[in-house]
């Protein structure tokens, strides 16, 4: 059976759209596609089982939302840069780790931008070996303030601004880095951390604009992170 779990989680709390799987990367066919009515592209065909199981969940979830809205589809088609294209009206996002798809979707009259992310705990040793890449100096400090937590901490930190790379790419259409944005504050009681734009990436998304964003703990220490841009 691919699908261990698969249903709509309120993780955090802004009445969004959200649908969460489990699925078992073993169980994965190429059957799948046609049996969930999900479009397999030209393009996956030639790609490793990883990238075909991966794809199909986090498409699979995408579906599931839109269906929420009153949309019925089997494709949801991909841009230059690899982003999801929604139908119009509508704005979302899509990710995937080593067992987990997730999929969020809501109206693009309520958001400038969503994104959503969730990724596997980050060893201590890759921890090690990309920090530098990922946070500065001031953002490592805030992440080590309990060492027990450091490893689970920095996940969140990666995925959080893969998050929202995520939302903010509609409005800046283009690839910026990690230091376009810094981790001023985090709140462990509310799973909320805010930070602020180092840069103007868009005339909406200016240098020193703060942001908030969530963060939720599976049990197996998956990350979950979202980020909502207010228009």
Same mark, same amino acid.
């Given at each position: 059976m691919f699908f261990i779990t698969q249903e709509f989680h309120d993780w955090f709390n802004k009445n969004l759209s959200i649908y969460h799987c489990i699925f078992d990367r073993e169980s994965f066919h190429d059957n799948l596609f046609e049996t969930h009515n999900v479009v397999m592209p030209d393009r996956l065909a030639k790609s490793v089982l990883k990238r075909r199981s991966e794809y199909f969940a986090g498409r699979y979830c995408a579906i599931k939302t839109l269906k929420r809205f009153g949309i019925e589809t089997s494709f949801i088609d991909t841009g230059e840069n690899r982003?999801?294209?929604?139908?119009?009206?509508?704005?979302?996002?899509?990710?995937?780790?080593?067992?987990?798809?997730?999929?969020?979707?809501?109206?693009?009259?309520?958001?400038?931008?969503?994104?959503?992310?969730?990724?596997?705990?980050?060893?201590?040793?890759?921890?090690?070996?990309?920090?530098?890449?990922?946070?500065?100096?001031?953002? *490592?400090?805030?992440?080590?303030?309990?060492?027990?937590?450091?490893?689970?901490?920095?996940?969140?930190?990666?995925?959080?601004?893969?998050?929202?790379?995520?939302?903010?790419?509609?409005?800046?259409?283009?690839?910026?880095?990690?230091?376009?944005?810094?981790?001023?504050?985090?709140?462990?009681?509310?799973?909320?951390?805010?930070?602020?734009?180092?840069?103007? *990436?868009?005339?909406?998304?200016?240098?020193?604009?703060?942001v908030q964003g969530s963060f939720h703990i599976l049990p197996n220490e998956q990350v979950v992170t979202c980020i909502t841009l207010n228009h």
């Open positions: 982003e999801p294209l929604w139908p119009q009206g509508l704005i979302g996002s899509i990710s995937h780790c080593s067992n987990h798809a997730v999929a969020v979707i809501d109206r693009s009259s309520r958001f400038l931008g969503i994104g959503i992310d969730i990724e596997d705990k980050i060893s201590a040793k890759t921890m090690h070996n990309v920090q530098e890449q990922i946070l500065d100096e001031r953002e *490592l400090q805030i992440i080590s303030r309990n060492p027990e937590e450091k490893a689970i901490l920095f996940t969140m930190a990666f995925s959080v601004k893969e998050a929202f790379f995520k939302a903010a790419y509609g409005s800046v259409r283009r690839y910026f880095g990690f230091d376009a944005v810094s981790i001023i504050e985090l709140d462990r009681m509310a799973n909320t951390v805010s930070f602020e734009l180092n840069e103007t *990436l868009a005339e909406v998304l200016p240098k020193g604009m703060l």
